[in-house]
């Protein structure tokens, strides 16, 4: 499976769920998590390099089906 995304200063790509990101830092400046360090993006004069890491699941689609939707649903006509 093969993915990519380019817009306005931003091309990325996965592979198999995961990939690369290639970010103008011209046109993007750091944002606070990569400025603290919480994310780690390898700069190469203007442009900003980052690993995509494989999506994990969250705590809902562990859950069984029937689990998942309880208390989250609410008809169309609005709470009774």
């Known amino acids: 499976m093969f993915d990519w995304c380019a817009y306005d200063g931003v091309f ?3 592979v198999a769920g995961r ?4 970010t103008d830092k011209r046109k993007h400046p750091p944002l606070f998590s ?3 360090g919480y994310r ?9 390099i980052e690993w995509i ?3 994990r699941p969250s705590k809902l689609q562990k859950t069984k089906p ?3 939707c309880r208390g989250y649903y609410i008809r169309p006509g609005g709470p009774e």
Do not use: N, P, T
């Open 53 to 55: 890491r494989k999506a």
């Open 12 to 14: 990325w790509f996965r």
């Open 66 to 68: 029937r689990d998942r």
């Open 40 to 48: 780690r993006v390898i700069r190469v004069r203007w442009l900003g």
């Open 34 to 36: 990569e400025r603290l």
């Open 19 to 22: 990939g690369l990101c290639f």
